[in-house]
């Protein structure tokens, strides 16, 4: 098994971490992995070298991660009270019960809703069907975290006797003690973490105590599709053939938005929703519309980077600081003129988003800079200015910036809602635990939690939550992982783009199976980096050989992009003081990434390469 191998030096200068090779891998396992790797072609040393250091060794798991099947997946009955929830669903179909569906705001809430109401309003049994509620999103603002106790108590004044939650529930004891006296039976599918389990008939939860499913990375899209695997399991004909083939769209941008570890089961899913996302002849007109505005329809297939940097965001956005359902609509409409319009609504509101999370980010960094100096272990926040539908987003960018656990707050008047996010080795929502009597009420995970709490008790919680991060076993910044070394040097562009097309095969990338990361040292800059969109990103140039080996055009010929680093590349230079020939008179060692371009220039002159600039730091051997 490879191991993690701490190397680090001097931290980068865009991250402000340390690097660290992430495994070392021998060459006797490279060996003998080679005739394992079930592909018709030959593969280099460098793709298998990444296989081994993610631990894809054995021959069942190489066949399974390079064709994965909806047969890898795991009993959705491995679930607990998932037969509960079938049994219950069952009887409400036979029955022709009025069933409502209760999401939440973010992505994974979104797209378990429709994929939920879908289920639900496909349901047949004994050729009986339920009556569907139109689902609900609840609004940030008006509605706050969790079950909506307003809609329950319309629900059961329209007569409805089943509600399903979807990524929201598991900690809602009051709402749903609320529904049971008002004559509903719940069942929640949520994984988030609870205390208390709430009356529910069924309580799906990957995460809950005594859980004994082999995954516990499933979001709540996630559960809704095992349920409905379930569903299908139980009585084939209930659903149609294709149906789970049908939703995996949904299922694959949940679990990239939320962040799922991308391996196992969760790759499978993600890898056949992609399929089916790429699928332009069965793709949803919601999503076909969001891909036009998004600029993602020119004919390149879309990644998980598209889901996480482009529709995701739109989506969001209008669960954030826009009009919520007008989301879920855009997933569920059949009609391609209101998709178009529903999209262009979700386009304009991330706009919108966009300009206030630049606002909120500056402000932010201004606030935080003398915490940081004086070296708090993290940062709280508040203003009355930001919007409470941004400061998730917020507490995320300050995060990347400072490497420390961050919870940002918007008060409005003497209440104060904040989010926090965290760094990979601290658990903030156990820290929160600890510091619960400030707090009239938070939930959530170990790296992303909601709180609510009065603003006069906002000095008095960050002192405490301060403390209780002195606690923790924190050791500073988490390192800059890389995967091996590349000498682009010696090596040919030709060189690079096969190794592009090769790493297609790892794919999808994201949390838990990063896109490859590479170090090369001993760089020389042909010129100061330039800035590009105002300054916010930066394009590198380094200096290589006149010819590359075989006489190919020379790797290095290929310019570098970095995304969102002007702003750490200017402190480095007034910190430092340099000057232009400073920048070019010293080696440099950088982290890069390498991918499939989608630019394609006016001129015609299309290059398949991309090379994007993950870190930079001063040479140690100069």
């Not at 409905?228 to 149609?240: E, F, G, I, W």
């Not at 070296?375 to 490497?403: C, F, M, N, T």
């Not at 995970?445 to 002192?463: C, E, K, V, Y």
Request: proline share 5%.
């Amino acid at each position: 098994m490879a191991q993690p191998v701490d190397n680090s030096l001097s931290s980068g200068v865009l991250s402000g971490r340390p690097w660290r090779l992430t495994s070392t891998v021998s060459k006797d396992v490279v060996t003998r992995i080679r005739s394992r790797v079930p592909l018709d072609f030959q593969v280099s040393d460098c793709l298998l070298h990444v296989l081994a250091g993610r631990g894809v060794t054995e021959n069942r798991e190489l066949e399974q991660y390079f064709y994965p099947s909806l047969d890898h997946l795991h009993d959705p009955f491995l679930l607990l009270e998932m037969d509960r929830a079938v049994e219950r669903m069952f009887q409400a179909a036979r029955d022709g019960e009025r069933v409502a569906v209760h999401g939440d705001f973010d992505v994974d809430g979104i797209t378990g809703s429709a994929l939920l109401f879908e289920t639900i309003s496909a349901l047949t049994i004994d050729g009986s069907r339920v009556l569907p509620e139109t689902a609900f999103i609840p609004d940030r603002a008006t509605d706050g975290y969790g079950v909506a106790s307003r809609m329950v108590r319309e629900w059961a004044g329209r007569g409805v006797t089943l509600l399903i939650t979807v990524d929201t529930g598991a900690a809602a004891v009051e709402e749903i003690s609320l529904a049971r006296d008002l004559g509903m039976d719940v069942i929640v599918l949520d994984h988030h973490i609870f205390d208390e389990r709430p009356p529910a008939t069924a309580l799906v939860n990957p995460r809950r105590e005594g859980a004994t499913y082999p995954n516990d990375e499933l979001c709540g899209v996630a559960v809704a599709f095992k349920f409905a695997q379930a569903l299908k399991l139980t009585d084939p004909s209930c659903l149609t053939d294709d149906f789970l083939s049908s939703v995996l769209d949904l299922v694959a941008l949940g679990l990239v938005a939320d962040q799922m570890a991308l391996v196992g089961e969760n790759r499978v899913l993600v890898k056949k929703g992609l399929e089916r996302f790429n699928d332009r002849s069965n793709i949803r007109p919601g999503l076909a519309a969001l891909l036009a505005v998004s600029g993602l329809d020119r004919g390149f297939p879309v990644t998980t980077g598209d889901f996480a940097y482009q529709l995701a965001p739109r989506i969001n956005a209008c669960g954030r600081i826009g009009r919520v359902m007008s989301a879920l609509e855009l997933l569920l409409t059949r009609d391609p003129d209101t998709a178009r319009a529903l999209a262009e609504e979700a386009d304009r509101t991330n706009t919108r988003r966009k300009e206030q999370d630049l606002l909120l980010k500056g402000e932010a960094i201004d606030m935080a800079l003398p915490y940081v100096q004086r070296g708090d272990p993290g940062l709280v926040l508040a203003s009355s200015s930001w919007h409470k539908g941004i400061i998730g987003i917020g507490a995320a960018r300050l995060v990347e910036q400072y490497q420390l656990p961050v919870i940002l707050i918007a008060e409005e008047g003497g209440e104060a809602r904040g989010s926090a996010r965290s760094v990979p080795n601290v658990d903030v929502k156990l820290v929160l635990d600890r510091c619960s009597g400030f707090l009239a009420r938070h939930g959530g995970h170990s790296q992303a939690a909601g709180m609510t709490l009065r603003s006069r008790d906002i000095d008095a919680f960050r002192a405490a939550f301060l403390n209780e991060l002195l606690a923790e076993p924190y050791s500073g910044p988490v390192p800059e992982g890389y995967d091996l070394d590349l000498h682009l040097g010696s090596m040919g562009s030709n060189d690079v783009a096969s190794l592009v097309s090769e790493f297609e095969h790892l794919e999808p990338f994201g949390s838990g199976n990063r896109k490859p990361v590479f170090r090369c040292e001993g760089l020389r800059l042909q010129k100061p980096p330039t800035y590009l969109s105002g300054g916010a990103h930066l394009r590198f140039a380094f200096r290589g050989p006149a010819r590359a080996n075989g006489g190919d055009t020379p790797a290095l010929s290929r310019e570098f992009v970095s995304f969102g680093s002007g702003d750490a590349w200017r402190r480095m230079l007034a910190a430092n003081s340099y000057q232009p020939r400073d920048l070019l008179d010293r080696e440099w060692d950088i982290l890069f990434q390498i991918g499939r371009s989608t630019f394609r220039p006016r001129n015609g002159n299309y290059d398949p390469v991309q090379q994007l600039l993950v870190d930079i730091r001063p040479a140690e051997k100069q």
